[in-house]
């Protein structure tokens, strides 16, 4: 009985929702249905759970997350072509079965960068092919910007990096072009607002598109916290890749209750005291306020869950606070009641 999120946002973006599969029944699809217009995989569209063998692709559990959108008529985004994290270890080995990481012959490691382009290729180009009318927007690339500051290039030191340089974005976004001319291709990455990375992920970006690699937009992940970063930061950060050219949309919106790290955190729920959930709405109030007055710029905004009772945050807050710890990032609370925050961003 209370009015829907995405209506009240539709003359300005989709409202979207981090999933599982087993969300997709019950009383939160019931919440999706109502509220959101768009969603998102939070795992099982990653590397590790599409293709776990090289050439053994499992569509199972990704697949019900399509179908769940077809019917319901909403936007779906793919997350993640390719990543760093939750990414098999045999897309690394050569053809021996050693870490190409490790190879220093020069012949030896151009061949391996080789295999590599290619097994990113026929990743792409299979689940691309598979779900190119299902989606609206791809993450082709996630995370690939360094956190250390000390990195000058700002460039992550994975292995796909490290075996690849940059090769690997280039290819990714190429092919997912390649396999759908329509496809909406985004680089995505958190703390997108913070210096260095705002500018490594600028210049990165930049250089790209001068090259011709086909990017459409950026995608600003936005895990953040009740005070950080600010609202400028925020601004400057979207109207800066929107002077590229480029969409933004946010990806994975959460507000966590603490800083960093997230210790100490409230035991329970029922610790959490009203006026944190107060300043949480008040934080809440003055994203959106930005974000509708964006709106040209931004095509989607996207929590990365549905309400308090599932979050990746809960396990960041138990692993700093002893296993004991709860945090409260979304507008819904863990018995699905709106909090304070939804009528702030209603309002
Ligand atoms: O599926 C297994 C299950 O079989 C096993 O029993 C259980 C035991 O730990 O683990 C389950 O896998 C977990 C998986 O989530 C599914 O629940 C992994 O341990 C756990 O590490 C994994 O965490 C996910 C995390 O990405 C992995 O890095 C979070 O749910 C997910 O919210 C999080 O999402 C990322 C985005 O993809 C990228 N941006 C940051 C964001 C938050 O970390």
Redesign the pocket.
């Given at each position: 009985d209370v009015a829907p999120m995405d209506k009240r946002y539709e003359d300005s973006f989709t409202i979207g929702a981090?999933v599982?599969p087993y969300q997709l029944e019950g009383e939160e699809a019931e919440i999706l249905k109502h509220h959101y217009n768009s969603i998102v995989a939070?795992?099982v569209m990653?590397p590790i759970?599409i293709q776990p063998e090289e050439g053994k692709f499992n569509f199972t559990e990704a697949d019900k997350i399509v179908k769940f959108a077809k019917e319901n008529n909403m936007d779906l985004r793919f997350?993640?072509l390719i990543?760093h994290?939750?990414v098999p270890e045999w897309f690394f080995l050569d053809k021996d079965g050693k870490p190409m990481v490790d190879e220093t012959d020069p012949k030896k490691r151009e061949k391996n960068k080789k295999l590599l382009l290619k097994r990113v290729e026929k990743h792409v180009k299979t689940i691309v092919q598979r779900y190119k009318d299902d989606i609206d927007s791809w993450d082709v690339v996630?995370?690939v910007i360094d956190d250390n500051p000390q990195n000058e290039k700002g460039l992550r030191e994975s292995p796909w990096y490290l075996i690849t340089g940059t090769d690997f974005i280039k290819v990714a976004f190429e092919t997912a072009r390649k396999y759908d001319k329509d496809a909406k291709l985004y680089i995505?990455d958190?703390n997108t607002e913070v210096e260095p990375k705002r500018t490594h992920l600028y210049n990165l970006v930049k250089e790209l598109l001068e090259q011709g690699v086909p990017i459409d937009g950026v995608g600003h992940?936005s895990?953040i916290q009740l005070g950080w970063p600010s609202i400028q930061e925020t601004e400057d950060a979207i109207n800066l890749f929107a002077s590229l050219g480029l969409d933004n949309q946010i990806?994975?919106l959460d507000v966590s209750l603490y800083g960093w790290p997230p210790a100490p955190a409230y035991p329970t729920y029922e610790d959490i005291p009203d006026e944190v959930f107060q300043t949480q709405a008040e934080r809440y109030d003055a994203l959106f306020e930005l974000y509708e007055k964006l709106d040209d710029k931004i095509s989607n905004v996207t929590f990365?869950?549905i309400a308090d009772n599932h979050?990746?945050?809960d396990?960041?807050a138990e692993q700093y606070n002893n296993g004991i710890g709860k945090d409260a990032p979304f507008v819904f609370d863990i018995h699905y009641n709106v909090k304070p925050a939804y009528h702030a961003i209603m309002d």
């Open positions: 981090a599982e939070e795992n990653k759970n997350h993640t990543w994290s939750q996630n995370e995505n958190y992940q895990h990806t994975e990365w869950g979050t990746w945050l396990d960041r």
